[in-house]
């Protein structure tokens, strides 16, 4: 059920500029001084949409891929102001994008928009980081809420290779506090048997953890060999804390 490729997403959030661009120059440099290549991983940062195309142009054949965070649910060009599509990310060099993120969902992405969205993303070849997690108030519930947002916006049938999972309880985003690895365990084992059998699936989906995620907790997550990644919000902002997590994963 586990896959051995790891996933380190950086999820830059409303964080940097033109200059910000050292900090992945920095990460680039520690992963080949650290030797981390040697592993098998890949390296992905989705930063706002104003750097996607000057990052993607600069770390062209690089190790580090860029993604967007997120993207309107209109179709085609339209009188939408201040949105950004799907096709107009990919246009500008994003090869990732992260969908239903819960700070967008908290601003009024629902099930259905998030559906929408992540059709024009497949539509544009996009690869979708698709996250769904629980809040503190939805805990004794928390596989029907999955459940639920599984089934809502994902279409019928997609493009098993184009979408990885993200499991983020909204509980622990920014906040220090991560779940228990047993609990991890059984919530990665029931998303993973889910869309398996709901989607009829071949292969189990990619799922990665995000919330909180450090170097120092990141021993905790490596113990869950269920876990296939991690989506790296506040840590990611800092070339050493990022390659720190890299770096204990593998200790
Ligand atoms: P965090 O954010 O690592 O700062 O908790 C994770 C995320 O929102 O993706």
Not at 8 to 36: A, C, D, E, P, T
Request: proline content about 2%; aromatic content about 12%; some cysteine.
């Amino acid at each position: 059920m586990t896959n051995k490729l790891k996933y380190f997403v950086g999820n830059w959030k409303m964080f940097g500029h033109f200059g910000s661009i050292k900090i992945i120059y920095q990460i680039q440099h520690l992963y080949k001084k650290f030797r981390l290549s040697k592993k098998k991983n890949k390296i992905i940062f989705c930063v706002p949409n104003t750097l996607i195309s000057y990052f993607s142009k600069k770390l062209k054949s690089k190790s580090i891929i860029i993604g967007a965070q997120n993207c309107t649910h209109h179709e085609n060009y339209g009188p939408f102001t201040g949105s950004v599509s799907a096709s107009m990310l990919k246009n500008v060099g994003a090869k990732y994008i992260i969908l239903g993120h819960s700070e967008n969902r908290s601003s009024g992405d629902s099930n259905y928009l998030i559906k929408k969205k992540i059709k024009l993303a497949l539509n544009e070849k996009l690869n979708i980081i698709f996250c769904i997690g629980e809040s503190k108030k939805d805990r004794k519930k928390i596989f029907a809420v999955l459940k639920k947002q599984l089934k809502g916006s994902l279409p019928k049938k997609y493009d098993f290779n184009k979408i990885i999972f993200a499991y983020e309880p909204i509980w622990s985003i920014g906040t220090g506090k991560i779940p228990k690895a047993n609990d991890l365990i059984k919530i990665f084992n029931f998303i993973k048997k889910n869309i398996k059998k709901t989607f009829k699936t071949k292969k189990y989906p990619i799922v990665l953890y995000g919330g909180s995620v450090n170097g120092k907790n990141i021993r905790i997550f490596s113990s869950v060999s269920q876990i296939d990644g991690f989506l790296i919000g506040g840590a990611s902002q800092s070339s050493k804390k990022f390659i720190d997590i890299i770096k204990n994963y593998y200790k």
